[in-house]
């Protein structure tokens, strides 16, 4: 696998959600995603924003897309939810983020969804922004939060009766980060944050980079016998097949175009990889469509495919993978053949993380086939940074991240709940343990990646509903008398 394929890993973890979800979970998957099903309410606005924050040569503007939705804040000084927006289309968030229009009722709270730079409708040079590495330059994790800084003191300044208002920022998976961040870096914006499923870790140096897949293997070693065993037999089984027998491979699986070669099957193997990181990804209770339709714990429908044990032939194993990997792409029935490029695409939202990851968001992935169960791959930083350089034409810098937003030591921050499913690959590199009185971590056990900020469920286990309960919104009431004992 080359090292950008693992970006694409990691992306197609973070992006997937917003490109694919926007072609299929509202227009195929609707009748089976509780996220989508409730409708939503809000305005759009736009602010006008420095492109650049931080230097004063570039003094150009851009318009910022904001959503609002105060309907449930009867009264003047009520709490405002602020979305921090993630790497796509706000209105994606804003639609599957369940748990703010719940909570925005019972606390009489405002809800602001603030997009981020270079995704959606808030480009800084319109069509322009992608052209090249110097449009590119202001797309950062640092410029978008002072983006949320600036909005919210606009907010506090010119919405009728928001002055004296509490701000607590939510966000999930790199929103997650943000919101953690915006409540570190710009202390006086918001008086708390909810961070949910976000890897503020996954830096260089500060988590083990094989932690990701081997959150992926448990989850399928603990969703059916022998699953995570088949599944790393199936690599070898693949490579013996393949030396003669990929046309038996691509009519097993139905492939939409037939492996033809050497390297055809390596990236036939990635994509068997990445369809499996997905799935433990979007492991929920019931039937949804985050990624893409799902049946409900769709890890252990595909593991009823898996249980194979030894005595199983190379050619049976494979064929029990197809299977399993149809789960995945063909719980609708209306999968005409399985694409294997299908997973990997260069539109916008891709592209644009690929350049954050690429840039401070540098995030080590790595696989050794023993504590996971995928074929071995270092995390190869050099092979990482040329195949940036050769595509933007920029570097990453390794520590900037845990530079910028201090590292592990959280001690001298307040007021962050964070949230991570034990499913979530991504718990890995999130904050598992309390660091302190008012930052705290709550770990749902049975939850995968955002499921605790989707809708409730009347099928989530016990423990997603108590953690709404008692961290979410009890948190978000800490925060609050936290921020009524500061104005008394
Ligand atoms: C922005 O910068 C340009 C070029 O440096 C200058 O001509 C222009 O007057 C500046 N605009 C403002 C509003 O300062
Ligand atoms: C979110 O919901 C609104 C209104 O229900 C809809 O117009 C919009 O297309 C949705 N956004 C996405 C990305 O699906
Ligand atoms: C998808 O499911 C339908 C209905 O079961 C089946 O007819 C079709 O062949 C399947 N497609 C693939 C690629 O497996
Ligand atoms: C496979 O997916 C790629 C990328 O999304 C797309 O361009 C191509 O048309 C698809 N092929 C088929 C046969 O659906
Ligand atoms: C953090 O502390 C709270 C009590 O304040 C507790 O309920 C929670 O389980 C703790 N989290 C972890 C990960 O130990």
Same mark, same amino acid.
């Not at 029990?320 to 990997?325: D, I, K, W």
């Not at 955002?450 to 800490?478: M, T």
């Given at each position: 696998m080359s090292a950008w394929k693992v970006v694409l890993l990691l992306v197609g973890v973070q992006c997937l959600h917003v490109v694919a979800l926007k072609s299929q979970l509202f227009t195929r998957g609707d009748a089976l995603?509780?996220?989508?099903r409730k409708a939503v309410d809000y305005k759009t606005f736009y602010l006008n924003q420095k492109i650049d924050h931080f230097g004063f040569f570039e003094n150009g503007t851009f318009k910022q897309r904001y959503l609002v939705a105060d309907q449930h804040w009867h009264q003047a000084g009520g709490p405002i939810l602020f979305y921090t927006g993630n790497e796509g289309d706000i209105t994606w968030f804003c639609n599957n983020t369940g748990f703010m229009w719940q909570v925005a009722e019972e606390l009489g709270a405002m809800l602001v969804f603030a997009e981020h730079r270079y995704y959606g409708d808030s480009m800084p040079f319109g069509p322009d922004s992608y052209s090249d590495s110097?449009? =590119?330059?202001?797309?950062?994790?640092?410029?978008?939060?002072?983006?949320?800084?600036?909005?919210?003191?606009? %907010?506090?300044?010119?919405?009728?009766?928001a002055r004296s208002s509490a701000v607590i920022a939510v966000g999930g998976s790199y929103g997650g980060m943000l919101a953690a961040w915006l409540r570190m870096k710009y202390p006086s914006a918001v008086v708390g944050a909810l961070a949910a499923s976000a890897p503020i870790w996954q830096f260089p140096g500060m988590v083990p980079c094989g932690d990701f897949h081997r959150i992926v293997s448990q989850d399928f070693a603990s969703s059916?016998?022998?699953?995570?065993?088949?599944?790393?037999? /199936?690599?070898?089984?693949?490579?013996?097949?393949?030396?003669?027998? =990929?046309?038996?491979?691509?009519?097993?699986?139905s492939l939409c175009a037939p492996l033809k070669s050497r390297p055809d099957s390596v990236a036939f193997k990635e994509w068997l990889q990445e369809t499996w990181v997905n799935l433990a990804m979007v492991d929920y209770?019931?039937?949804a469509s985050f990624l893409q339709p799902l049946p409900a714990?769709?890890?252990?429908?595909?593991?009823?495919h898996l249980g194979f044990d030894s005595s199983v032939s190379d050619y049976q194993l494979l064929q029990?993978?197809?299977?399993?990997?149809r789960v995945y792409y063909n719980h609708t029935g209306a999968t005409a053949c399985l694409n294997t490029s299908?997973?990997?695409?260069? /539109? =916008?939202?891709? =592209?644009?993380?690929?350049?954050?990851?690429?840039?401070e968001m540098v995030m080590p992935l790595c696989t050794d086939g023993v504590q996971d169960m995928f074929e071995p791959q270092a995390w190869d930083f050099q092979a990482f940074s040329d195949e940036c350089q050769a595509l933007f034409g920029v570097r990453p810098r390794a520590s900037w991240a845990e530079t910028l937003y201090g590292g592990k030591d959280l001690s001298a921050h307040s007021n962050i709940i964070f949230s991570n499913g034990g499913l979530d690959p991504w718990s890995g590199g999130g904050v598992t343990r309390n660091i302190s009185d008012s930052v705290v971590a709550i770990v749902i056990p049975q939850g995968a990646h955002?499921?605790?900020?989707?809708?409730?469920?009347?099928?989530?286990?016990?423990?997603?509903?108590?953690?709404?309960?008692?961290?979410?919104?009890?948190?978000?009431?800490?925060? %609050? /008398?936290?921020f009524n004992a500061l104005e008394t």
């Open positions: 995603d509780y996220s989508s110097k449009h =590119l330059n202001y797309l950062s994790s640092e410029q978008a939060l002072a983006d949320f800084a600036v909005l919210i003191r606009e %907010l506090k300044g010119s919405w009728p009766g059916g016998p022998n699953c995570d065993v088949n599944i790393r037999r /199936s690599w070898g089984a693949i490579d013996k097949i393949a030396s003669t027998g =990929l046309a038996w491979l691509s009519g097993t699986f209770p019931y039937e714990w769709p890890v252990q429908a595909v593991c009823r029990g993978v197809s299977e399993a990997a299908s997973t990997a695409t260069g /539109s =916008l939202g891709f =592209l644009g993380w690929y350049y954050q990851a690429c840039t955002h499921l605790d900020l989707r809708y409730d469920n009347e099928r989530d286990p016990p423990a997603v509903r108590g953690a709404l309960v008692s961290f979410g919104i009890g948190g978000i009431f800490s925060f %609050l /008398s936290f």
